[in-house]
DNA sequence: ATGAAATTACCTATCAGTAGATAGGGTGTT
DNA sequence: AACACCCTATCTACTGATAGGTAATTTCAT
């Protein structure tokens, strides 16, 4: 792994924990092994870099998830796994999806970094409605709606989890999405 | 209202905005019109104020909701004034829910205010179980994930709304637990 | 094949600005 | 006099960012 993929990597762990102005470029660079001005080299600005990890980030997510139309995966299972890739998120790594935090400073942000987070929770949401389309009984309006909620509910449920160090809460939380 | 009442609103709205670590003692002062030792007086350390802040922030918003088992009130449109409460901090203000903003931040908060945003979760986790419970056909189980759902849902429905900048984010993804 | 130029990826040193916090002082009210 | 509430001045630590430098690698021209 070059250390430009660290960099990255290494921000968006930091980003997870603690968010956008809770982590530095020098803690960054103590982490990978170089100094800031290193990190400054491959990101000029912290902008910069923020875009880029969010980004990567909705790209490999994306990845992740798979083809919402793959014949292969009833509709309940693609939600589920959704659902999985965010209960991961807390029971075993403890931070929240990177864009779940990133939204909740939205306002703090620079626009490019701002722009990169909305994207991700369009093509969250646009993957959503295609699995729940395929399901009986929901039009177009409903799959969109609860796309929305399910986006909603689980990045809702981290922040509880996280919050009440109750790793059970995020269960309880997407239950409903999960059986519906 | 007094120099003290004006500190605790301002940080309040400051924090709702961009999170703890988004607003500093010398914005306080400025906007409040007095320097940033004179917050430092009130408040010695910015967990204090955190915490301070947090609490009353639970307790108006408690307040607010009034009593879950009032039998003027049906459960649904108790949980109908849940939902609005949240939805008036997106569509009015563009802020998120105190709460909700120090939840996603967690891991970077002072130990007080971290327990006081805890409380508030599950002062609201209780307050709609309580309203849950009132349903027909609903156990305590049941109320119980439905409050997480709800709580889960509104505070993720925030964070879209937001960095999707569209109010109507909002409603569509509580549009199942306003209706259920 | 070879040497020069260009590029890449790092470094030291530094800048300007900001943050939380503290010590000591002043003023008005009770 | 005591107290509440403010102030100036300052401290330490930290932040994003920049200028100039070096060494290794790659590319280009001959």
Redesign the interface.
């Known amino acids: 792994m070059s250390k430009l993929e660290e960099i990255i990597e290494t921000a968006e762990s930091m980003i997870r924990?603690?968010?956008y102005?809770?982590f530095s470029f020098r803690e960054i660079a103590d982490a990978v092994g170089v100094k800031s001005a290193s990190v400054h080299y491959h990101f000029p600005t912290k902008g910069d870099l923020g875009a880029v990890v969010a980004r990567a980030y909705t790209e490999k997510f994306l990845l992740a998830l798979g083809d919402p139309e793959a014949v292969t995966h009833a509709p309940k299972k693609l939600i589920e796994r959704y659902i999985e890739a965010c209960r991961y998120a807390i029971a075993k790594q403890?931070k929240?999806c990177l864009?779940?935090?990133?939204?909740?400073?939205?306002?703090?942000l620079p626009d490019d970094v701002?722009r990169e987070?909305?994207i991700f929770?369009?093509k969250n949401i646009e993957w959503l409605a295609k699995v729940y389309m395929r399901m009986t009984n929901v039009g177009a309006a409903g799959a969109?709606?609860?796309a929305?909620?399910a986006?909603?509910?689980?990045?809702?449920?981290m922040?509880?989890a996280?919050?009440?160090?109750d790793p059970d809460?995020f269960d309880?939380?997407?239950?409903?999405?999960a059986t519906?």
Chains 1, 2 share one sequence.
């Open positions: 924990e603690r968010g102005n809770g403890d929240m864009c779940g935090m990133l939204g909740a400073e939205i306002a703090a701002a987070t909305r929770f369009e969109q709606r609860r929305y909620g986006v909603a509910t689980v990045e809702g449920a922040i509880l996280r919050t009440l160090k809460a309880k939380a997407v239950k409903q999405i519906s």
